[in-house]
């Protein structure tokens, strides 16, 4: 089935459309959601409560932009949520003249592989994680950021420096051994 019909069908409360859904998108928003958080078994919840959202609104889906977008996005947001209600996320940092244009010589990430890189990242703390995620990979400005976390964009930006150089330093390491 392609998407369109998916989308139709599953609003119709269709299940093995809604069961085609899960299979063409669970493994990829898995990953997506495991960027966030880091146990699997919440991780699991996670999507399972995700799909939940998405077969609840499925019948809002315009048609306009990509099906699989709009699941991430879904995704992204239940397991920010999630999150916030465990409040491991950015804490009460509020660094407002901070620059977030801090060098970052890209040379190495030439030889490394995504499993690397997404480990780099996955060691990051959490509020570093969550913007980087959210900036770098999702695409997401500083101020959705900082509208969707409830922090200042400078906040987002911090963090996202930070990460950064977190990053840096950790492939620093690695080109040193």
Known sequence: MDDGTLVVECARGNAKAQRALFDKFAPKMLAVIVRYVRNTDEAEDVLQDGF????????????????EG?????MVNTALDVLR???KL????QIEDVSYKVSFEDHGFDEMNVAQLLKMIDNLPDGYRVVFNMFAIEGYSHKEIADTLGVTENTSKSQYSRARAFLRNLLEKIESD
């Open 52 to 67: 939940v959202k998405i077969f609840q609104k499925i019948g809002e889906f315009k048609m306009e932009g990509s099906l």
């Open 70 to 74: 709009w699941i991430r996005r879904i």
């Open 85 to 87: 209600k465990n409040k």
């Open 90 to 93: 950015l804490g009460d940092i």
